[in-house]
């Protein structure tokens, strides 16, 4: 914990090193157990005779409303994703939400009607529920959590586990990265950029299954905060080997690109809530990518990456001019630069 | 992307690669001043493309970085008076001061907000006309006539709660100063948008009396590479000048309109260069005409004399004279996550951009 001496700041919460650090320095050594150990997306858990998966995730988006979807779109969104990039299948959900004294009925609706929307698509029940109102100024308009259950497909329960990636395997991500991220930056800052950037958020679960059904998948994970850049760093690590992204295989929409270079992030760093990483055998790579393009949510699919002996425990970056660079994950708040 | 993808082009690149390696000869340095030209060195590999006798060494043009700690430890003072908001550039945030930065402030109550453009601070100081607002002057001719707009604009609609805490900073004399220490250079690869304002006059000089080449370089890798082509023709030639690589953005006059803003609203004066020192003349002092919009008239703060780090060397490295890894702290005590010197915070500085790409 030595990022602050004694305050929690934005970092924390940013996905990156920071919060890496605070889960293991604070949350991890209160309540370890051997199965919030495992840092998975989905705790997977046997009850009785039957396994499950079971997650949660709190939305706290500003603004609620940003091109592409909503808080209540994407309060289903996160933990669909969760459930089925552990191998599980969705099933129940359950959704709370705290209010700011003052906030309009009417938009509470929108947001309600997206929910119920983006349940209804990802074939999952809404089944218990909370709300709290708080004072003005307590909270930000609106906060939503979201748990869910899923069943856990027997032959998949060890996905969320990265076992038996080998250098070879590859990386393979359902479409363009970062536009989340840049489509609620520019919702929420004054930019005024002229863009189509929307964001990319969507249940994945249909896909995921798709691809599980007739493939065999090594890892999978959502990379949401962080983005890739973290996914893969905390997988080089748990892996002891290392990846190597081709910069040129990298799905990006050129309105993402441009606000990137002009706001001088990296687009490895941006958020996304509707992409899935899969790690598989090269040898599987061309019939996953051939399910996954025949679904709306994987068009643009590509394999970006593989996993190598070099550089064990690091992401290293390969672009077209024989540049070579180092991948960290993000370490705090994604800052942009000044000129 | 257009004005990218064709500047990016692998083949063109290797190309000037080729020529490049035919004609140079001599051993020699060149420093890039501005720190995105040194991020777009490493993040395309150029070292790796250039023949081993010509050497890059980064210079002092990241603005985060040489902004003093004097400056960080004022700009703490200003957020702790109370009805302040300190409006500032995101990178400054993280940036180490004496005991504390803007991101501890901030989590400790202080109103600090990241702006995206000078001119957001007025929309903030329209919006809360009883509190002061502050924002951080900082960056070279390429921020200061921002900064200068904003100040007339705030003028001709009559606020009183706008104020500039200026560390704003000109480029000319920084170069001088390290040719005057005896930094070994032969050219330099000048900044593409700094001189977008001022226009190349600045650097006949260095040409003329120094004897060094000067190439405006933009900054993508096929602008790069041919300004360092450009300056190794001169330099095997025997004769430096100053040329315009990155002539798509830069004029030889400049941008007059920005030019007669600073020089309205700005007067030079002598300014500490963190790891530098005092340089005569390098910094943008606020004319007295605008006096009612200087944080430093405005406020008096009571700052303790600040220190640089213990073995950080900043200082070196911005002169050129070390790189990185030659620094103790570097890649240990000091990351991009925990940084103990400037050049760690910024992303343009020279210690994130090596800890980024040193693989």
Known sequence: MKHNENKIMLGHGSGGRMMHDLISGLFLKHFSNSILQQQTDSAILNIGTSEIAFTTDSFVIDPLFFPGGNIGKLAVCGTMNDLAVSGAEPLYISVSFILEEGFPLNELEVIVESLAAEAKKAGVLIVTGDTKVVNKGKCDKVFINTAGIGRMRPENNQICKAIGIEPGDVIIVNGTIGDHGMAVMNARESFNFKTSVESDCASLNHLIGEVLEKNAVKFMRDPTRGGVATVLNELAEKIHLGIEIDESALPINNGVKAMCELLGFDPLHIANEGKVLIVAKENDAKSILETLINNELGLQSAIIGRVVNEHPGKVVLKNETGGRRIVDSLAGEQLPRIC | ?359
């Open chain 2, 1 to 359: 992307m257009k004005y990218i993808d064709e500047y990016r082009k692998k083949d063109l690149i290797l190309s000037v690669a080729e020529k490049l390696k035919a004609i140079s000869k001599k051993e020699i340095v060149l420093m890039e001043v501005c720190g995105g030209h040194t991020m777009a060195i490493q993040r395309f590999g150029l070292p790796s493309l250039l023949p081993s006798n010509i050497r890059l060494i980064s210079g002092p043009g990241c603005p985060v970085c040489v902004s003093s700690q004097h400056f960080i430890d004022m700009a703490m003072a200003y957020s702790k008076i109370p009805g302040v908001i300190i409006t500032t550039y995101g990178d400054l945030i993280r940036v180490p001061g004496s005991t504390t930065s803007l991101e501890k402030e901030r989590a400790n109550g202080s109103d600090i907000r990241i702006v995206y453009s000078v001119l957001e601070s007025l929309e903030i100081a329209k919006n809360n006309p009883d509190k002061n607002i502050v924002f951080l002057g900082i960056g070279f001719e390429t921020t200061a006539p921002l900064t200068a707009a904003a100040i007339l604009e705030a003028k001709k609609n009559k606020l009183t709660n706008f104020f500039v805490l200026s560390a704003h900073k000109v480029m000319p004399p920084v170069m001088k100063a390290l040719v005057a220490e005896g930094v070994k250079i032969d050219g330099f690869i000048a900044p593409g948008h700094v001189t977008a304002i001022t226009g190349t006059s600045i650097y006949d000089e260095l040409a003329s009396v120094c004897g060094l080449g000067v190439v405006v370089a933009g900054f993508e890798p096929v602008d790069m590479m041919q300004a360092v082509l450009m300056l190794t023709t001169q330099i095997e030639a025997g004769k430096p000048k100053v040329e315009i690589q990155y002539q798509r953005v830069v004029h030889t006059d400049g941008n007059k309109i920005a030019q007669k803003m600073l020089g309205e609203v700005f007067e030079l004066r002598d300014d500490q260069w963190r790891g530098l020192g005092m340089i005569a003349k390098s910094g943008l002092k606020i004319r007295g005409e605008f006096s009612s919009f200087d944080a430093e008239e405005k406020f008096q703060v009571e700052v303790p004399e600040s220190t640089e780090p213990k073995g950080c060397i900043c200082g070196q490295i911005l002169r050129g004279l070390k790189t990185p890894v030659d620094c103790g702290l570097f890649g240990k005590k000091c990351t991009p996550a925990d940084p103990v010197g400037a050049c760690m915070v910024s992303g343009e500085g020279t210690c994130a951009t090596y800890y980024k790409y040193r693989s």
